[in-house]
């Protein structure tokens, strides 16, 4: 799995999360990608430097396949340098997600 995933990597129109990145890995007619992305845009929405990257596997097949993608939705959870610090497959729940980011990443941290 990869180390350490760039905005450039990732093609993002901007960097990551100055706290954390939320990559959620989807495709495109899977019901419980579009709960874990309404969730997940909720959260970055909410949550001061927090960003919510959704791919489809479809069109980043080689960087699913670098990550070890066996099932959609998979949310990576990133820091602001870009390593993988969490990994949850299927639809997270929002107290587990918040949680998560206020142990791995907290305020002002």
Do not use: K, W, Y
């Amino acid at each position: 799995m990869a180390n350490s995933l760039t905005a450039d990597t990732l093609g993002l129109n901007g960097p990551l999360g100055e706290r954390a990145t939320l990559l959620q890995i989807s495709s495109g007619f899977c019901a419980p990608c579009r709960a874990a992305r309404g969730l997940l845009a909720r959260v970055a929405e909410t949550t001061a430097g927090v960003r919510h990257v959704d791919i489809d596997v479809a069109h980043h097949a080689a960087l699913a396949e670098q990550l070890i993608i066996r099932q959609t939705p998979t949310v990576l959870l990133l820091g602001p340098d870009g390593t993988v610090l969490a990994r949850h497959e299927g639809v997270p729940r929002l107290a587990a997600v918040r949680e998560l980011l206020d142990r791995l990443a907290p305020t002002g941290a």
